[in-house]
């Protein structure tokens, strides 16, 4: 069998690369510090258990799809409390919005965009208007947009979109189609909207596209993601083609090591890097690296 596997102890210190890479810092958001341009995205999945407070306060545009709105809406025991979390979209078909919710939020601001086509999912039309206010065309959100799948057509007319950060709050671990369509949309919104970095934030997990190439994963401390392992569990998931992989920083670290589903896939892998880790993958992968925080602290 090709490759090599070596056992690292808990604790391993990781230089950054020095050769061509790319750096992703996913767990930005702990920080309580804005990340430019970052939006967040609620899907119809429950909310609770997420870091919700810290990935709020750490983007300036937030998106519902759909019910979506629901979660966010029920998260709070009085409009006291629910009326500093407004929403700047709720879009989908709309086949989920409660209609208390719709209108607490419409009176509160929020623009409701219908899009009724049931040729992309309500996440999807999510991405669009995330994508939108980061061209020159974001005024026209705030007129009348076709409601079947106008989102679509404005997008194509704005082409250029600056990089920016998607943190999705869900949309993992509930149906299973959904589920896999989330995995999915990271790898057609590569293709599609190569500028958004999106993040999914579950409650057991962050899990993010390491692209094609050499990636640094940087992170202040495995603490900020992680307080109950000292070797958060990791996987590195080929869920495209098979891939060859070089890594530095993780428990099982492994060299030239071809990946691929039917065959050899690294699961309950773990964090050593104190301050990092690297990926080298010959083809795009899923990683998804365990977090946990402290039950009660927002
Ligand atoms: N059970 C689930 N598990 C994972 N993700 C979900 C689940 N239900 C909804 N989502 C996500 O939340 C988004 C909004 O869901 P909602 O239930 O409001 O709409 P839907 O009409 O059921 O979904 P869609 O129309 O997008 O298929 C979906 O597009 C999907 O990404
Ligand atoms: C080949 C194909 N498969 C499934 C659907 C169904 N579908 C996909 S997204 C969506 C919207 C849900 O709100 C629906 C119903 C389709 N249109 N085409």
């Known amino acids: 069998m090709s490759g090599v596997v070596v056992e690292r102890p808990d604790d391993y210190v990781v230089e950054e690369p020095q050769k061509n ?27 609770e258990k997420l870091p919700f407070h810290q990935l709020w306060s750490c983007t300036s545009v937030r998106i519902c799809a759909d019910g979506g709105a629901n979660r966010l809406y029920y998260r709070f025991i009085n ?29 509160k601001g929020t623009v409701v965009l219908p899009q009724y086509t049931q040729y ?17 065309g974001k005024d026209d959100l705030y007129k009348p947009v076709d409601d079947d799948n106008g989102l679509s057509h404005l997008v194509k007319k704005y082409e250029q979109s600056e990089p920016f950060t998607a943190y999705v709050a869900g949309g993992i671990g509930g ?54 392992d000292p070797v958060p569990k990791l996987g590195l998931l080929p869920f495209g083609k098979r891939v060859v992989l ?9 060299q030239d090591w071809v990946s691929e589903v039917g065959a050899n896939v690294s699961t309950s892998n773990g964090v050593s890097g104190t301050t990092g880790f690297v990926v ?7 990683v998804n690296v365990e977090i946990s925080h402290v039950v009660g602290q927002v």
């Open 21 to 47: 890479h790319l750096t992703l810092e996913p767990f930005n958001f702990y920080t309580n510090q804005l990340v430019q341009k970052a939006v967040l995205i609620i899907l119809n999945t429950p909310i």
């Open 79 to 107: 409009d006291q409390e629910r009326e500093r979390y407004i929403p700047d979209f709720i879009v989908g078909d709309l086949d989920s919005l409660r209609e208390e919710v719709r209108q607490y939020y419409l009176l």
């Open 120 to 136: 992309a999912t309500d996440f999807m039309k999510a991405i669009e208007v995330a994508v939108l206010m980061h061209t020159s």
């Open 175 to 228: 149906r299973f189609d959904q589920t896999f369509h989330s995995i999915n949309l990271l790898y057609s919104t590569k293709a599609e909207f190569p500028q958004i970095r999106i993040f999914f934030v579950s409650d057991t997990d962050l899990i993010f596209l390491v692209p094609e190439g050499t990636t640094y994963v940087k992170y202040a401390s495995k603490k900020l993601f992680n307080q109950h």
């Open 246 to 254: 070089s890594t530095v920083g993780l428990k099982y670290d492994v």
């Open 280 to 286: 080298d993958t010959s083809d795009d992968i899923v």
